[in-house]
């Protein structure tokens, strides 16, 4: 099975910025979409973006001209650039692949990683 690895997280100022990577195994990446998840304490995972396999993108109303999903196939690598970062975004952030196309909801393909934390305070 695939996995995934998350990493590029931390502890930042209210309207700072991080950028998140998510390395993918195995040679099957370039063909799926992947997307960004997040799971705030107590609260349920939630679609950030996504983007599909030839780069269509897709946000989440409250991250809409703050993050930028990218992807690098070659390196079987999807990133998250987060900008103007706000308390409400403090989460630990996933990575994964929708199993059909685009069905942000799942099922999903890889195998869930560890996630990367990020802390927005102040």
């Known amino acids: 099975q695939v996995q995934v690895v998350e990493s590029g997280g931390g502890l930042v100022q209210p309207g700072g910025s991080l950028r998140l990577s998510c390395a993918a195994s195995?040679?099957?990446?370039?063909?799926?979409?992947m997307g960004w998840y997040r799971q705030a304490p107590g609260k349920q995972r939630e679609l950030v973006a996504g983007?599909?396999?030839?780069?269509?993108?897709n946000y989440a109303n409250f991250v809409k001209g703050r993050f930028t999903i990218s992807r690098e196939n070659a390196k079987k690598t999807v990133y998250l650039q987060m900008s103007s970062l706000e308390p409400e975004d403090t989460a630990v952030y996933y990575c994964?692949?929708?199993?059909?196309?685009?069905?942000?909801?799942?099922?999903?393909?890889?195998?869930w990683g560890q996630g990367t934390q990020v802390t927005v305070s102040s």
């Open positions: 195995g040679s099957i990446f370039s063909i799926y979409a």
């Open positions: 994964n692949a929708p199993m059909y196309g685009t069905v942000w909801s799942g099922p999903f393909a890889f195998v």
């Open positions: 983007i599909g396999s030839v780069g269509s993108t």
